[in-house]
């Protein structure tokens, strides 16, 4: 079921506590007040955090404080279990981000049941943000991942693990980085982007683009302080891009402005980079749509990174 922290400086409420949960199947690990209690948010991977109120060293409401400030632990689902139970006690511990508080004369049906509710409630929206968020990274023609604010990778796509470099610079730049925001991640990540080694186009040799990662703040009320990483390995596209021009016969010159636009470049922006006019680079496109088979630069645009996305994968799977 649930991996429940029980905080409680009453040892023998909490183990009777304790063995309830376990027999409803839920694992459960022990703190005796707030302190020690964050040491052990440090340690584990938490499903509820199930505090009393008043504890020696540092009570429930302080403890909730930190925990909400505390990146490793901001969306953990927190319940008060007290014998505070007056009207002001619980506004205190709700306007702290609690998401219940409940006597602890309740029974034990009632306690299962709000147990059950916030656990499901809570695995439900992070179920909800996951997809959506894979959904996002499945979809991007590059390597991609997606950090949290304290630094951990959260989730990766399928060309991510083709990026040589892009995995090494990630987990490079992830280990030991001790965060508290997402500004702290995007500097480490933009840090080690500068660092990273440039290398030659080999479609365009007069061409030269960096390997660098690109860090941006997901926009998601569920995945707030997170972070997408995007790599752009120029090794891995090659390859890719090597591959989309034999599936549909580009020439050297179509293969450039196929991958410029892709890129994000304008048409304008394109000519200039492949140092030709406006009117030729426009015969390239018209002749893009009719290998492509499609009628607007959208939707070339969108076929060819649907493409770029399966050989990647594909990639992965042959590795």
Known sequence: MAKILLIDDDPHWQQMLALTLEIQGHLVLKAGNGKKAMMRLGEEAIDLIICDVEMPCMDGLIFARLVREDPRASQIPLMFLTSHNEPAERLKGLNLGADDYLSKTANVEELALRIHNVTARCAKTRTAYGNRSQR????????????????NLQRRNSLFECSKG????IRNTLVGLTASSTKQVRDAIDGASRGLACGPIPLDRKVQ???????????????????????????????????????FKFTPQEARLATLLMQGATLAGASTLMGVCRTTAVSHLKRLFDKVDVRRQSDLIRRLMGVHVQLGSRAVTAS
């Open 136 to 151: 996002l990274l499945d979809h991007l023609p590059m390597a991609a991942v997606i950090v949290d604010k304290a630094g």
């Open 166 to 169: 892009g995995v090494q610079v």
């Open 209 to 247: 683009l960096p390997v660098f990662l690109s860090a941006a703040p997901v926009d998601d009320e569920d995945g707030q302080g997170d972070v997408l990483v995007t790599i752009t390995d120029p090794e891995l596209d090659h390859k890719i891009g090597h591959e989309i021009q034999k599936i």
